[in-house]
């Protein structure tokens, strides 16, 4: 009759440690006062990226209330908690944390987005190039291209219409890799330069006020282009 929730860091004990005052608080199923919320959590860009992994945290009182993660799609949910007014802080590596006070979050459902800035207060680099498919020679559209940086940030762009994209990053070594949903549904990712294997991608170095450009991706010739009207990134 509980809904179950986990901890969204995992807990390490080192032997011969107690740990105290761990307290759990199990949320029924169903209530009256019961509220829910979910949303996406994306790139302040156009077109926007979704965030992962972002953490989206409620605070009531300032105290930590419930904390998740968003999915692999910027999207996040907590499925049912007592409603009232709190505090949301959302916050990714890389990007500068939002922070929104004195939300009334009422019975029923809730909806919120949130659109993350890049976090370039020491100055950015410019990473930019190009994604064709190689048996038409055609762009690739609507890609997401990511920077993941050696600290584990990771930042996000889509290819245009012509498979350019332009990404502005921290100073900082990144490896470069660009990924789409195949009709099967299935991912497919492709790293710098021109491998499926993140151990076998080119780590590129970029200073503030660096530009890399030609940093192509040409998907090989079994990778067809999405049919009519599918949607991928």
Wanted: aromatic share 12%; glycine share 10%; net charge negative.
């Amino acid at each position: 009759g509980y809904y179950d929730y986990y901890a969204p860091d995992g807990l390490t004990i080192d032997e011969n440690t107690r740990i105290i005052n761990m307290n759990l608080a199990m949320i029924p199923l169903s209530g009256t006062e019961n509220a829910s919320l979910s949303g996406f959590v994306f790139t302040n860009t156009v077109p926007a990226v979704p965030v992962f992994p972002a953490t989206l945290t409620l605070l009531a009182e300032d105290e930590v209330y419930l904390q998740v993660r968003t999915g692999f799609d910027g999207t996040y949910n907590i499925p049912a908690f007592t409603s009232g007014t709190y505090t949301i802080r959302v916050e990714a590596s890389g990007y500068i944390p939002q922070i929104v006070s004195d939300v009334a979050l009422a019975a029923g459902s809730n909806l919120f987005e949130f659109a993350l800035d890049a976090d370039l207060s020491d100055g950015a680099g410019n990473i930019r190039g190009n994604a064709t498919y190689s048996a038409l020679g055609i762009p690739v559209v609507a890609a997401t291209i990511e920077a993941q940086s050696s600290g584990g940030t990771s930042l996000f762009a889509i290819t245009d219409y012509q498979g350019n994209y332009s990404l502005d990053v921290p100073s900082g070594t990144y490896i470069m890799s660009l990924r789409i949903i195949r009709d099967n549904g299935d991912f497919y990712q492709l790293y710098f330069p021109q491998t499926t294997e993140i151990t076998e991608a080119t780590a590129l170095t970029i200073s503030a006020g660096d530009s890399l450009t030609g940093i192509d991706f040409e998907l090989p010739a079994d990778i067809d282009p999405p049919a009519a009207g599918a949607f991928f990134g």
